[in-house]
């Protein structure tokens, strides 16, 4: 997949294309539904599949009050937007300029002009342009009089309900991490650097590494069972969110206990996958009550851990591959 991230470096004679428009925070499977479609289509009729998006999110220019915390990190949206063999992923800078054109501006200068769309696929209930005024129906009928297809994809979901970014976030952000499994299609997780902590856990018998991490939404204050990868290798473990009550804290940390590792990752990066919810993060009486906490904790864990593998992104056989695209 090749990546643009400025309007002038597209190509001047961009190849014909058929586009898919939206924020796809999460890459969720209605995204992936999405973009399966655009591919099919692309190869089919012998186009350019092209991904456009915006960076940053528009409400994060228009409205930071409201603006949603991101499931993606920028570089993770790329990776798994690219697993879907996509062949062009456009990342328009939004700024307040940008925000003032009309839908129809936007979709004659940039889809159809730069672009050279032929055809749109869309979701039922993507919005764009000043005023939310490009939806769906707007697409359908301003294309039709240009001779551009428009191609709407309609719910796709689960138990009733369509996927959605706000119904993830919202379950993460209760702690629930298991439920968005059957949304996502993987295992919530984040990319952390290991940075220096109190070195408390060691003196309780479970040394932790502390996490940094530039992931917006953080699971809720609790203790998780997770798989920690560390380069190729991968290890079961115990990760702790919160304020670590027990010694007087204030401010969040992300503490991991990496099950059978000894070894010093001080700087070294982890990508954490959480795969359930043990209990809240609470107070206890002393270090002791604590310490026997924490080992029923790990003792569970690794009951768990038996039964359960980390499901990543993975989509469709690549025809021309032969192989298929994983990603986290």
């Not at 692309?42 to 599949?49: E, M, P, T």
């Not at 795969?275 to 864990?301: G, K, M, N, P, Y």
Request: proline share 5%.
């Amino acid at each position: 997949m090749k990546i643009i991230d400025s309007l002038k470096d597209i190509p001047d004679f961009f190849a014909p294309s058929v586009v898919t428009l939206g924020n796809f925070d999460g890459v969720h499977l209605g995204h992936r539904a999405l973009f399966r479609r655009l591919v099919e289509i692309a190869r089919n009729d012998q186009l350019a599949s092209v991904v456009c998006t915006f960076y940053p999110h528009p409400l994060k220019v228009l409205a930071p009050d409201k603006a949603p915390l991101l499931l993606n990190t920028r570089e993770e949206r790329r990776r798994l937007i690219a697993a879907s063999h996509v062949d062009w992923l456009v990342e328009i800078p939004f700024d307040r300029s940008f925000a003032l054109q009309s839908p129809e501006e936007f979709v004659d200068t940039v889809l159809l002009g730069r672009l050279a769309a032929q055809k749109l696929v869309v979701g039922y209930d993507y919005a764009f342009g000043k005023g939310r005024r490009g939806d769906s129906d707007f697409l359908r009928h301003f294309c039709a009089g240009r001779g551009v297809d428009v191609d709407i994809l309609q719910p796709v979901g689960a138990d009733g309900h369509p996927y959605s970014s706000t119904r993830i976030r919202q379950l993460i952000a209760a702690g629930q991490v298991a439920e968005v499994l059957p949304l996502l299609g993987r295992h919530y997780n984040f990319f952390g650097e290991v940075v220096s902590g109190f070195k408390r856990g060691r003196e309780l018998g479970f040394p932790t590494a502390n996490l940094i991490t530039e992931k917006e939404v953080i699971p809720a204050s609790g203790v998780y069972v997770v798989k920690v990868r560390h380069g190729d290798l991968e290890y079961g473990g115990v990760i702790n969110i919160g304020s670590c009550p027990t010694f007087g804290r204030q401010d969040l940390s992300i503490e991991v206990h990496i099950l059978d590792y000894s070894g010093l990752i001080y700087g070294e990066k982890l990508r954490v996958y959480f795969i359930e919810r043990l209990r809240d993060e609470r107070s206890f009486v002393d270090v002791d009550e604590l310490s026997a906490a924490i080992a029923v904790d790990v003792l569970t864990a690794r009951q768990i851990l038996q039964r359960v593998q980390v499901v990543q992104y993975q989509e469709y056989l690549d025809p021309q591959t032969h192989t298929k695209g994983i990603c986290e």
